[in-house]
C-alpha cells in the first residue's frame, strides 16, 4: 500500500461510516464460519463496527457443533426439507452444543488483546429468550420434534438493548409459552428478526465471495423479484438457496437489502458496507419501493412530479412529447406504483461525459436519501457507458452537489454541443463530478 492509500480509502469511506451510524444491521454467521480461521477477523470487524455506533444484532448457526456433539454420543441424526429433525431425547444434545458456542462467541466478543483492533474495546454483549417459536410439526408424515419455526421476535427488549449500545447474540433457540425449547433455522432467526427490528441491513455470510453464475463469476446485485424467479426455475439449490430465501423474505418485509457476503475472505463484511462496489451479492427489495429505467406510462408521473419545479424555474421546462422521445434516459424512483423522483442521463461520448438533468424527489419523500439513490443509479448508467464524468447545471441546488463530491466549473468546459445550447439567461452554475 502507498503511504498515502489508506488516507484516499479513509476519506472514501467516511460517507458509509456516518450513513451506518445508529442503523440496526443483522448479522447471520453459519457454524462453519465460527470454526473457520478467518472468523477472529469477523470477530475484529464486528467490534470496529460496534465501536462506529452500528448497532448490531447477530444470529449465529451450530450445525457443525450440533452433528459433533451427536456424533460424540454415538446419536444418528436425520435431516428433511433441509432441517435438521430434533427428537425430545436429543433436545438436551443440541442445547448443549448451542449453549457451549453461545459462551465461546462471547468470551471471543470480550477479548481486548493488546495489538489488535479489540484493544479496550469494552464490548456489552447480550443474550435471552427474545425469539418465540412453534414447532414445525409433522410435514410428509414425518414428525420434526423439537425443530422449530420462528413465531414472534420480542422487538421492544432487542431494541432497548441495542438503545444501550449491546450487541445482541442470538443463538438457533426458540422458546414456546409453555415452556419447550425449539432448535431453530439461523437462517430464519436472522431473517424474521431484521424483518421485525425494520434493519437496514442483513449481512448473510457464506464460503463463497457471494452467490456465483454457473461460470463462477460473482452476481453482483439482484433484486428480491429477480432472486425469486432463480429459486424457482432451481438456479439456486440446497444451502446457498436456503441462505437466498432468508434474503429475500426480509427484502419483503421491509429491509432495506441483504448481502451475501463471505467469511473466508478477510475484511468482507467491512468491504460490503463501507465501499461503493462492495464485496458479494446485494439482494435489494423491489416490491415497494425501487429506483429503475423510466417506462413510457411513467411520464404522466414525470410531469406531475417536475411540474411544480418548472414553475419555480428551478428545472427547464419539458413537454410531453419531448419526454416521449427522451424516456429511455430517465432513470425513476417508483413507491407503491407513485413516480417519487427523476433524472435523466444525456451523453456526450466524444468528451467522454454525461450531464445528470431534470432530477426531482417528491417534497414528501426527500431527506430519506431517495436523491442519493437516484443519483447513484444515474453514475452506474454512466459509468457502464464508458463516461468518465457527470456534469450537472443548477442554480438553486448547488450546495447538496457540492457535498455529494461535484466540483465547481466553468460554461466553457461543457461539451460542445451543450455549450451551444447553454441559456445565458438562466445563469446556470456548472458542476462536474469524476466518476
Not at 406 to 416: H, K, M, N
Amino acid at each position: 500500500m502507498k503511504s498515502n492509500d489508506w488516507l484516499h480509502g479513509f476519506r472514501h469511506s467516511s460517507p458509509y461510516i456516518n450513513a451506518h451510524r445508529g442503523r440496526t444491521v443483522v448479522l447471520t454467521i453459519p457454524g462453519d464460519a465460527i470454526e473457520h480461521g478467518n472468523f477472529i477477523n469477523i470477530i475484529h470487524d464486528i467490534a470496529l463496527l460496534s465501536s462506529l455506533g452500528v448497532k448490531l444484532v447477530v444470529a449465529f448457526g451450530a450445525r457443525p457443533q450440533i452433528q459433533a456433539r451427536l456424533d460424540g454420543a454415538g446419536v444418528e441424526s436425520s435431516f428433511a426439507r433441509g432441517l435438521r429433525i430434533t427428537p425430545e431425547q436429543q433436545l438436551p444434545m443440541v442445547m448443549e452444543a448451542i449453549g457451549g458456542l453461545r459462551a465461546y462467541l462471547e468470551s471471543r466478543l470480550s477479548m481486548g488483546l493488546v495489538n489488535s483492533p479489540m484493544h479496550n474495546a469494552r464490548i456489552r454483549v447480550s443474550s435471552g429468550n427474545y425469539v418465540a417459536a412453534r414447532p414445525v410439526g409433522v410435514l410428509d408424515g414425518i414428525d420434526f420434534g423439537h425443530t422449530g419455526k420462528v413465531r414472534r421476535i420480542d422487538v421492544a427488549g432487542i431494541e432497548k438493548l441495542l438503545e444501550l449500545g449491546h450487541i445482541v447474540l442470538l443463538p438457533p433457540l426458540g422458546y414456546s409459552p409453555t415452556g419447550d425449547a425449539f432448535n431453530l433455522s439461523y437462517e430464519d432467526v436472522g431473517s424474521q428478526v431484521a424483518a421485525a427490528l425494520q434493519a437496514e441491513k442483513l449481512m448473510v455470510f457464506i464460503d463463497d465471495q457471494g452467490l456465483l453464475e454457473e461460470d463462477g463469476s460473482l452476481i453482483r446485485e439482484l433484486s428480491a423479484r429477480q432472486a425469486s424467479e432463480r429459486l424457482a426455475a432451481g438456479v439456486v439449490t440446497g444451502h446457498d438457496a436456503a441462505l437466498l430465501r432468508a434474503a429475500c423474505d426480509a427484502c419483503v418485509k421491509g429491509v432495506r437489502r441483504a448481502h451475501i457476503i463471505s467469511y473466508v475472505d478477510d475484511g468482507a463484511l467491512l468491504e460490503e458496507m463501507f465501499t461503493r462496489d462492495g464485496s458479494g451479492t446485494l439482494v435489494s427489495g423491489d416490491n415497494y419501493e425501487q429506483i429503475r429505467q423510466a417506462r413510457v406510462e411513467d411520464i404522466g408521473g414525470i410531469l406531475e412530479l417536475i411540474q411544480p419545479l418548472e414553475e419555480q424555474g428551478i428545472l427547464v421546462r419539458r413537454s410531453r412529447e419531448m419526454l416521449e422521445t427522451e424516456i429511455d434516459r430517465f432513470v425513476v424512483a417508483e413507491r407503491d406504483g407513485t413516480i417519487v423522483g427523476c433524472a435523466a442521463l444525456y451523453s456526450y461520448p466524444e468528451e467522454a461525459s454525461g450531464e445528470l438533468s431534470c432530477f426531482a424527489v417528491d417534497p414528501s419523500y426527500r431527506r430519506a436519501g431517495r436523491g442519493d439513490e437516484i443519483l447513484a443509479m444515474v453514475e452506474k448508467l454512466a459509468r457502464a457507458q464508458g463516461l468518465h464524468k457527470l456534469f450537472v447545471l443548477t442554480t438553486q441546488t448547488e450546495h447538496w452537489f457540492r457535498e455529494r463530491g461535484f466540483q465547481t466549473s466553468t460554461v466553457q468546459s461543457l461539451p460542445g454541443p451543450k455549450l451551444a445550447s447553454y441559456n445565458t439567461q438562466r445563469n446556470s452554475k456548472v458542476f462536474y463530478k469524476a466518476l
